[in-house]
């Protein structure tokens, strides 16, 4: 179960960069870890660092002023790319809660949201004002209010967002799907007790009643078996 998101206020930095796909996120060397903790670490690697090693003075997430930031400002079809899961846990490890964008690629959205990190989309203009915003004024806080899905800056500018209303539940609630699933745990047990089970092979003792088999043959012969 993932912690609750309701309000989050954190030190905004930006991206201004369409299509950061998944590989830019988290280059795939650094995909060899089981766990989901981590890869922060490694986040934005090629950006982050010289080919020596050392940071870039030049990246923005190596910038004094927005150390500890909490929320990514970026552009249109931000995680496109490949499906790896890495890219959401490589920004939630390293303390992003929120991604602002235009535009999220599919499968980086459900991976996203899956572990709680909330994707705020926002026209391409207002993008673009959030990051002259956040430049003008070292050290700008946002504040994501999911309950009433509303932005506010440190400077008193205010906007809204639309979100999937079972998105939104599931991210207030802290669940994910397979909790979502287990919550109906009851009914589950009740439904395989009283049907036939065609796809479970018989145990030492057991046998199958008629019907079960005649739904197992039955099943069997629509799905292409001998």
Request: with cysteine.
């Amino acid at each position: 179960m993932v912690k609750g998101f309701e309000t989050f206020s954190a030190v905004a930095a930006y991206l201004d960069r369409p299509n950061v796909d998944t590989d830019l996120i988290i280059p795939k060397q650094f995909l060899k870890k089981i766990g989901r903790s981590g890869f922060g670490a490694n986040l934005f690697h090629d950006l982050r660092f010289l080919p020596d090693g050392e940071p870039d003075p030049g990246f923005i997430l190596n910038q004094e002023r927005y150390k500890g930031a909490g929320i990514l400002v970026s552009r249109e079809n931000f995680g496109c790319g490949s499906s790896r899961e890495h890219a959401a846990w490589a920004l939630e490890d390293y303390g992003f809660k929120t991604i602002i964008a235009p535009s999220f690629g599919d499968i980086f959205r459900n991976n996203s949201f899956n572990i709680g990190l909330l994707l705020v989309e926002q026209p391409e203009g207002l993008v673009t004002d959030i990051m002259d915003r956040i430049e003008k004024n070292p050290g700008y806080t946002l504040r994501v209010d999911l309950d009433r899905q509303t932005i506010e800056g440190s400077d008193g500018w205010k906007g809204a967002f639309e979100i999937d209303p079972h998105r939104r539940r599931m991210l207030l609630s802290g669940f994910d799907e397979i909790l979502l699933t287990l919550r109906q745990e009851d009914l589950i047990a009740e439904y395989e007790r009283t049907h036939a089970k065609p796809w479970q092979a018989a145990l030492p003792g057991q046998s199958f009643r008629k019907d079960e088999k005649k739904n197992a043959r039955g099943s069997g012969r629509k799905n292409g078996c001998a």
